[in-house]
T-cell receptor, first 112, second 111 residues
């Protein structure tokens, strides 16, 4: 299994909703990442987990809450989002934090 | 991490070699050059990386100048499926280092 999977593919949520994005990899990778990508812009790093511990938080607002329950799974919990948070959310993993990253297809989030 | 500079867009005829340039004049000795691409509506895809020597894999070749201030990604026989945004990234080989995507080059392959 050489892929990173993300669910759901699309998500529409209201500003008062709580939802979660899920990312899974079964490649034995020890680092996992969340990126945010707005339309026609490059991806921007949000969080890095290394060996299941949060190692980088790029000053992301607390309405985004990452969680790494185990080495294969990464969640992004969403609460009280704003319409400007609408974007493609990408998950990635790498064998080690220094290695090349493998990306999932993303979750397209719309906040209404 | 060093800043990289790429042309915003390029095009190439199908079947020809696509040569994508990248300038990284402030690259430090421990920074690798990585290339990723992003096909429309998909996640980025790792292509290749290198430090000093030229590298080749099943997808592409990476040519790094001797002074390491620039590099070229070569897709030897471009197909329509190679139409994508290509990102050149300079990244330290450190666990604290992170990928910083620039604007990339939008490569269009014409039939």
């Amino acid at each position: 299994d050489t892929e990173v999977t993300q669910t759901p593919k699309h998500l529409v949520m209201g500003m008062t909703n709580k939802k979660s994005l899920k990312c899974e990899q079964h490649m034995g990778h020890r680092a996992m990442y969340w990126y945010k990508q707005k339309a026609k812009k490059p991806p921007e790093l949000m969080f890095v987990y290394s060996y299941e511990k949060l190692s980088i938080n790029e000053s992301v607002p607390s309405r985004f809450s990452p969680e790494c329950p185990n080495s294969s799974l990464l969640n992004l919990h969403l609460h009280a989002l704003q319409p400007e948070d609408s974007a493609l959310y990408l998950c990635a993993s790498s064998q080690e934090p220094v290695s090349e990253q493998y990306f999932g297809p993303g979750t397209r989030l719309t906040v209404t | 991490d060093a800043k990289t500079t790429q042309p915003p867009s390029m095009d190439c005829a199908e079947g020809r070699a696509a040569n994508l340039p990248c300038n990284h004049s402030t690259i430090s000795g421990n920074e690798y050059v990585y290339w990723y691409r992003q096909i429309h509506s998909q996640g980025p895809q790792y292509i290749i990386h290198g430090l000093k020597n030229n590298e080749t894999n099943e997808m592409a070749s990476l040519i790094i100048t001797e002074d390491r201030k620039s590099s070229t990604l070569i897709l030897p026989h471009a197909t329509l499926r190679d139409t994508a945004v290509y990102y050149c990234i300079a990244k330290e080989d450190s666990s604290a280092s992170k990928i910083i995507f620039g604007s990339g080059t939008r490569l269009s392959i014409r039939p």
